[in-house]
């Protein structure tokens, strides 16, 4: 059972950094695979972030490049976002997302974390 | 304005069939395999449909998928009230190099 599980401050003060790491079990993240990040602000539809392949290559959203970055540990089976320079609009509930069936597929969900951006 | 396309709000009675459309362009939809997802109420999405009309294993054969051109539609046949949730398509876009997702249509069972 391939499971996904984002960790994280739930609480981050404008113009810092927003982090989070979503640990894989159940599938190798060392496969030929892409890791995704998407966020849902409150009340409001879905955003792709950027992915994360196993070599660590990477896409990102072009509305956020300027201040995304996304790795992979593969020693931890694990991935993680960084955010830099939050504000308000980045208020919202995060879900790592694995693309196992094929590219782009994001057919595995963690549960997804709040992070709310406030002093 | 969302790339892609969807109702805001689709409605219909129990063990009616409903369909969600997804509307886009030769950018996306039109040259790159669609997928839909569902998303119940304090859930997380869960992936429906991919690369157009393929069902994950474990999902429900009422629900099925189509693409014509530069649109995209999902339907669910013999409506259930678990059914009610917020279901968005999601593509690739070319000319924005990106996984764009629909604004998302909310479904109520009447």
């Known amino acids: 059972q391939v499971q996904l599980q984002e960790s994280g401050p739930g609480l981050v003060k404008p113009s810092g950094t927003l982090s989070l790491t979503c640990v894989v079990s159940?599938?190798?993240?060392?496969?030929?695979?892409?890791w995704s990040w998407v966020r849902q602000p409150p009340g409001k539809g879905l955003e792709w972030i950027g992915e994360?392949?196993?070599?660590?290559?990477?896409n990102y959203n072009p509305s956020l490049k300027s201040r995304v970055t996304i790795s992979v540990d593969k020693t931890k089976s694990q991935f993680s976002l960084k955010l830099s320079s939050v504000t308000a609009a980045d208020t919202a509930v995060y879900y790592c997302?694995?693309?196992?069936?094929?590219?782009?597929?994001?057919?595995?969900w963690g549960q997804g974390t709040l992070v709310t951006v406030s002093s | 304005q969302p790339v892609l396309t969807q109702p805001p709000s689709v409605s219909a009675a129990p063990r009616q069939r409903v369909t969600i459309s997804c509307s886009g362009s030769?950018?996306?939809?039109?040259?790159?395999?669609i997928n839909w997802y569902q998303q119940l109420p304090g859930k997380a999405p869960k992936l429906l449909i991919y690369?157009?009309?393929l069902l994950p294993s474990g999902v429900s054969d009422r629900f099925s998928g189509s693409k014509s051109g530069t649109s995209a539609s999902l339907a669910i046949s013999g409506l259930q009230s678990e059914d009610e949730a917020d279901y968005y398509c999601?593509?690739?876009?070319?000319?924005?190099?990106?996984?764009?997702f629909g604004g998302g249509t909310k479904l109520t069972v009447l």
């Open positions: 997302v694995s693309s196992l069936l094929g590219v782009g597929t994001f057919d595995y």
């Open positions: 159940g599938a190798s993240i060392s496969s030929d695979n892409w």
């Open positions: 994360v392949s196993h070599t660590g290559s990477t």
């Open positions: 030769s950018s996306n939809i039109g040259n790159n395999a």
């Open positions: 690369y157009n009309d």
């Open positions: 999601a593509t690739w876009d070319a000319s924005l190099n990106c996984w764009m």
